[in-house]
T-cell receptor, first 115, second 112 residues
Framework: DTGVSQNPRHKITKRGQNVTFRCDPISEHNRLYWYRQTLGQGPEFLTYFQNEAQLEKSRLLSDRFSAERPKGSFSTLEIQRTEQGDSAMYLC?????????????FGPGTRLTVT | QKEVEQDPGPLSVPEGAIVSLNCTYSNSAFQYFMWYRQYSRKGPELLMYTYSSGNKEDGRFTAQVDKSSKYISLFIRDSQPSDSATYLCAMMAQGGSEKLVFGKGTKLTVNP
C-alpha cells in the first residue's frame, strides 16, 4: 500500500450539478479526514470518521455536503447543487488509531472546478 | 485573529542556505505541532511532528516549539533546490477534536 488515494484527481462541473469524490485511506488506518484547500490558503477541516462513525463536522460542511464511510474503509464526499465557491482542492487524510491521530497522511487531492 | 498565523512569503534563498520558517498561534490548547511540505498541485506531505515544547531533529530539518511564546519554527540546513515547496504548519489540541488547524503556508524557493 503506497498511501492515501483519491479519485478523480480533477473534476470540472457546471454550477448546480452534483459531484462525488472517493478516498481510499492507508489500509490499516481507522481514521479518515476530509479537508478543503483554496488557492493561497492552508487546508481547512471538513469532517472526520473513526471507522464508519462520523465523529465531527465543521461549520464549513453545509447541508449541500455529505460524507460517508459505509464499511469503515473508503469514504465518499458528495456536493449537491455545486456553486462556484465550491471550487477548491478536496483533500483526504488518514491516521492510525487514537495514539497517532495527529499523524495525518494526505492523499493527492481532488481538484474541483465549478463553471 | 486567526488561530494560526504564518507569513506566506515568498521566501527565496540560495542553495546551501539555512532556512527558518515560523508560525505563531493563539490557542493555548494546541499540544501537537506538525510541519507539512506541499509541492505544487500535490497533497501535503508530513515532515515532522512535535508534542508540546522542545526541539526535534530529523536529518537536515529541526522543529522547535516555544509554548510560552506560542511560536513554532522549522529550520532547514544546507537547503537544496528540491526543498522548493510550500511549507505548512499545522496544530492540534489535545483531547476532543482531532482536526488539524493549518497556517496559510510559506512558499520557499531554493535557487541553484
Amino acid at each position: 500500500d503506497t498511501g492515501v488515494s483519491q479519485n478523480p484527481r480533477h473534476k470540472i462541473t457546471k454550477r448546480g450539478q452534483n459531484v462525488t469524490f472517493r478516498c481510499d485511506p492507508i489500509s490499516e488506518h481507522n481514521r479518515l479526514y476530509w479537508y478543503r484547500q483554496t488557492l493561497g490558503q492552508g487546508p481547512e477541516f471538513l469532517t472526520y470518521f473513526q471507522n464508519e462513525a462520523q465523529l465531527e463536522k465543521s461549520r464549513l460542511l453545509s447541508d449541500r455536503f455529505s460524507a460517508e464511510r459505509p464499511k469503515g474503509s473508503f469514504s465518499t464526499l458528495e456536493i449537491q447543487r455545486t456553486e462556484q465557491g465550491d471550487s477548491a482542492m478536496y483533500l483526504c487524510a488518514s491516521s492510525f488509531a487514537v495514539s497517532k491521530h495527529y499523524e495525518q497522511y494526505f492523499g493527492p487531492g481532488t481538484r474541483l472546478t465549478v463553471t | 485573529q486567526k488561530e494560526v498565523e504564518q507569513d506566506p512569503g515568498p521566501l527565496s534563498v540560495p542553495e546551501g542556505a539555512i532556512v527558518s520558517l515560523n508560525c505563531t498561534y493563539s490557542n493555548s490548547a494546541f499540544q501537537y505541532f506538525m510541519w507539512y511540505r506541499q509541492y505544487s498541485r500535490k497533497g501535503p506531505e508530513l515532515l515532522m511532528y512535535t508534542y508540546s515544547s522542545g526541539n526535534k531533529e530529523d536529518g537536515r530539518f529541526t522543529a522547535q516549539v516555544d509554548k510560552s511564546s506560542k511560536y513554532i519554527s522549522l529550520f532547514i540546513r544546507d537547503s537544496q533546490p528540491s526543498d522548493s515547496a510550500t511549507y505548512l504548519c499545522a496544530m492540534m489540541a489535545q483531547g476532543g477534536s482531532e482536526k488539524l488547524v493549518f497556517g496559510k503556508g510559506t512558499k520557499l524557493t531554493v535557487n541553484p
